[in-house]
T-cell receptor, first 115, second 112 residues
């Protein structure tokens, strides 16, 4: 039973470029969350999605950031015109939505470096 | 009110000792309190979680103690081992399907 998968694991972008981070939830999970972790900090919630719907984006910066979870395929976190302050580890988590809906399982993360 | 405060920031424990990490919250709507373990370069792994209807939950060497009136909960690691050296995060959420609010983490080092 594969866990949450994220790719790429490491991503280097120059300032002004776009970053696309992908997340495939655990099998049977229909809820996806994105979190950002800055060095020496805890994880900060960004967005919560179900298939084809954004449920809560209260933690998402208003500009340059967007997320989607299409009917088919992985969830995508997109960062346009990246700046150095976007350098962080981005984690995706998934939960089943039924049964044990509170439990969130995290992927290995994508470490974004903006040069 | 949405914060979860975690202490200590770092902890050094001798092998075989007890590691204790504490968290406090303000939002009385929180009803789910998990602990995550994170190794360098890895994602957080769900370790153990508790709901407010119980005061203690034990899984192997890991125990959560929960004090609803004080709005505090803690993680106890019994017989700490060098392999337990990692960063531990407490978290809280208010209902199923909502964001986890994380503490800032505790870096545990178990010396052999």
């Amino acid at each position: 039973n594969a866990g949450v998968m994220q790719n790429p694991r490491h991503l280097v972008r120059r300032r002004g470029q776009e970053a696309r981070l992908r997340c495939s939830p655990m099998k049977g999970h229909s809820h996806v969350y994105w979190y950002r972790q800055l060095p020496e900090e805890g994880l900060k919630f960004m967005v919560y999605l179900q298939k084809e719907n954004i449920i809560d984006e209260s933690g998402m910066p208003k500009e340059r950031f967007s997320a989607e979870f299409p009917k088919e395929g992985p969830s995508i976190l997109r960062i346009q015109q990246v700046v150095r302050g976007d350098s962080a580890a981005y984690f995706c988590a998934s939960s089943p939505g039924l049964g044990t809906p509170y439990e969130q399982y995290f992927g290995p993360g994508t470490r974004l470096t903006v040069t | 009110q949405q914060q979860v405060k975690q202490s200590p920031q770092s902890l050094i424990v001798q092998k075989g000792g007890i590691s204790i990490i504490n968290c406090a919250y303000e939002n009385t709507a929180f009803d789910y309190f998990p602990w995550y373990q994170q190794f360098p370069g890895k994602g957080p792994a769900l370790l153990i979680a508790i709901r407010p209807d119980v005061s203690e939950k034990k899984e192997g060497r890991f125990t959560i103690s929960f004090n609803k009136s004080a709005k505090q909960f803690s993680l106890h690691i019994m017989d700490s081992q060098p392999g337990d050296s990692a960063t531990y995060f407490c978290a809280a959420s208010s209902q199923a399907g909502t964001a986890l609010i994380f503490g800032k983490g505790t870096t545990l080092s178990v010396s052999s």
